[in-house]
């Protein structure tokens, strides 16, 4: 069979140094070297065709292109950021809230952000979970019955071929106690021709009006909405997936409320609802990404006062160590006595609401 377009795109994807100088000079190959020998290399053409090249701060270069900041470890940083090892009851699974579990597909990813959280694994040559693999996380799903949801995450499972994803799908739901089936996934972002009609054919064939198929994409800038993507999404949505949005707030690249809203609009006007804004994880070489928690919290204050509320997602930390996902919302509600709160509205107005004293 001929390969598909998308096939034929990943095989045209920037693997290498010598094809990343054609499109801007690199001084200190050397390092540059190293940094790709921690995390691969790789910047699909659809991402290519949207970078301004003549821009050293484009944020999809800064986003895609290889650092040498990425070798500077800091103390607190972590190899395992997230814990998704301390909670892995089976290989290839993480089980850390009772309702739903991580099913890393594969490790492979179409392009390897350069902030990558699970940079240790991504990229590697292990191929990802075998067939003996995939019935022991059956077994488990079955075994383990309060577990409602599967999350393929990885890696990127839409990476996977087609017949690989129907046979995931396909034993998934043959598990009564599975409702929600989600995908994460930068496939929209990066790849948006995988996108096909016959993907779209299978998700169509295992869902139904109570047992959804979910897309979590990850759209980081405005700028990575192109009409490619908007077309890929469109079809998804179409076919009555429901797609959210999950991304990191990112020093230089969306760390400001002007870009964060126009992301937030842009993605809500094509029909992806944005879920949450990550708050960095501790991952090792990440450092020149982080952005501070006060100035996070700060900048979802000011959106909180002019963007539309289905536009606004929660802003998240996943704690080190495993201990899950809390939200830092920043804080407009204090207790200062038994009944009383004092309230900062969100154009900084401070009201105060009186409770009735119960006895
Ligand atoms: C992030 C995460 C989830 C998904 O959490 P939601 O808040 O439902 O998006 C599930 N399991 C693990 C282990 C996670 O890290």
């Known amino acids: 069979m001929p390969a598909e377009q998308w096939q034929t795109e990943l095989g045209q994807c920037i693997r290498t140094l010598g094809e990343l100088e054609r499109y801007l000079p690199l001084p200190n190959k050397a390092k540059l070297q190293q940094v790709i020998g921690n995390m691969r290399l790789s910047i699909t053409p659809h991402t290519l065709s949207l970078i301004n090249w003549q821009n050293p701060n484009d944020p999809i270069l800064l986003m895609s292109v290889p650092h040498e900041r990425e070798l500077d470890f800091q103390p607190e940083e972590l190899v395992d950021p997230i814990g998704d090892d301390a909670k892995s009851p089976v290989p290839f699974l993480t089980h850390r809230y009772p309702d739903r579990v991580l099913i890393y597909a594969t490790i492979f990813c179409s392009l390897f952000c350069r902030f990558c959280f699970r940079r240790s694994k991504t990229g590697e040559a292990n191929p990802g979970p075998g067939d003996a693999d995939l019935a022991r996380i059956i077994n488990y799903l079955k075994s383990h019955t309060e577990v409602e949801e ?51 054919a299978i998700f169509k064939r295992y869902q139904d009006a109570t047992h959804p198929i979910f897309i979590v994409t990850h759209f980081n800038h405005p700028q990575e909405i192109a009409p490619a993507n908007i077309d890929a999404i469109a079809k998804l949505v179409n076919a009555g997936l429901v797609v959210r949005n999950q991304g990191p707030l990112l020093a230089g690249i969306n760390d400001n409320a002007d870009t964060l809203e126009l992301l937030f609009k842009k993605l809500t006007d094509i029909r992806v609802v944005p879920y949450y804004l990550h708050q960095l994880d501790l991952a090792r070489g990440t450092n020149h990404f982080r952005v501070p928690i006060k100035r996070g919290q700060q900048i979802m204050r000011t959106l909180q006062g002019r963007c539309t509320g289905i536009a606004l997602p929660r802003y998240m930390l996943d704690l080190p160590g495993g201990h899950g996902k809390i939200p830092l919302t920043p804080n407009f509600a204090e207790h200062t006595n038994t009944n009383t709160w004092r309230l900062t509205s969100p154009f900084g107005i401070e009201v105060e609401y009186h409770e009735p004293l119960v006895e």
């Not at 034993?171 to 972002?189: K, L």
């Open 150 to 200: 599967v999350i393929f995450t990885g890696g990127d499972p839409l990476t996977l071929l087609d017949w690989q994803i129907e046979e995931w799908l396909q034993q998934i739901r043959a598990i009564p106690s599975i409702h929600r089936i989600r995908f994460h996934t930068r496939v929209p972002v990066n790849l948006p021709s995988r996108i096909t009609d016959n993907l779209i």
